[in-house]
């Protein structure tokens, strides 16, 4: 991997494929990857490993080094769903494949319940595309829910008249706490999702802090909490966090001797936010990947 990371990253350590909330196949997540330069990268769909073998082996055609990722989302107090990266994970390990099916298990049921209040409300939910991912054994998340009640035509009036169009619009309108369809998780807790991380022989990393969390005393004093339960770094660098937030992980991170990442979160060309690779910033700072720069860890490929 180049080391002109501090102004030309090439590496993007998490990007999503149809396993969870991302638009494309895994195989095509990677050819966008080496298109946009990328030498190292991360799939992490959420609570599932079932894209990383793809990965790998397009990776290994393409020139990129894919490292066994998983995003498992978790529960912290207030904050129903923050997310632990997990970095160098045996993906074959059944223990925690069996995890990771309990808490999609747990996702599942969550729609269900939102899907139920939205109807509540007044909205149709297309069954269709839910019923499929669950058949398929994919995660349905917050997005999958959105986008069933947008399709059903029966919501079309209602949709522009509150003048949401997208999923990105609807998600916060009806879908995030305190919102009327929201329902919490409650496991696992982020404590339990790095120890699932350690047992699958991988490293911890706290997913965009500043995504989930504004205030920025909080989320220092959260990554030294998370520490305590075994955090081994913070991804500091994403396409939302700015110089200051940037600056103020990697000072942290440094004193606590915790690595960190950065990311552009892809989920397809298409997608609002996050539609390119190596869209993020290292604001002229230095990342420290560790162990992750040299792809798996102590899992072979």
Not at 154 to 164: D, G, I, K, P, Q
Not at 191 to 220: K, M, N, Q, R
């Amino acid at each position: 991997m180049s080391t002109d990371a501090v102004t030309r990253p090439t590496f993007d350590l998490q990007s999503h494929s149809v396993h969870s909330d991302g638009h494309l196949p895994a195989a095509e997540v990677v050819a966008h990857a080496a298109a946009a330069g990328v030498e190292l990268m991360a799939l992490s769909d959420h609570d599932t490993i079932d894209g990383v073998e793809e990965a790998i082996r397009a990776g290994a055609e393409r020139g990129v080094r894919v490292v066994p990722t998983t995003e498992i989302s978790a529960v912290d107090g207030v904050h129903e769903d923050l997310h632990v990266l997990g970095y160098g994970v045996d993906h074959r390990d059944a223990v925690l494949c069996e995890r990771l099916r309990d808490a999609r298990e747990d996702r599942v049921l969550r729609a269900q319940r939102m899907g139920d209040r939205l109807r509540e409300l007044g909205f149709e939910v297309d069954p269709a595309p839910l019923e499929a991912r669950r058949a398929a054994g994919k995660p349905i998340g917050r997005p999958h829910l959105a986008a069933a009640v947008l399709a059903h035509p029966a919501n079309a009036a209602r949709l522009e008249a509150e003048e949401h169009g997208s999923v990105s619009s609807f998600i916060p309108a009806y879908l995030i706490p305190g919102a009327p369809a929201f329902v919490a998780r409650t496991h696992p807790t982020v404590t339990e999702a790095i120890g699932w991380i350690h047992e699958a022989g991988g490293l911890a990393v706290w997913a965009h802090p500043f995504w989930d969390i504004d205030d920025a005393a909080e989320v220092l004093d959260s990554i030294d909490r998370f520490r305590e339960a075994g955090l081994d770094g913070v991804e500091a660098f994403y396409p939302t966090h700015d110089a200051e937030q940037a600056g103020l992980l990697v000072e942290r991170c440094g004193e606590r001797r915790l690595l960190t990442t950065g990311s552009s979160d892809f989920h397809g060309p298409d997608h609002r936010l996050f539609s390119s690779f190596l869209a993020f910033d290292l604001h002229g700072l230095e990342p420290n990947l560790g162990p992750i720069a040299a792809g798996a860890l102590s899992v072979g490929e």
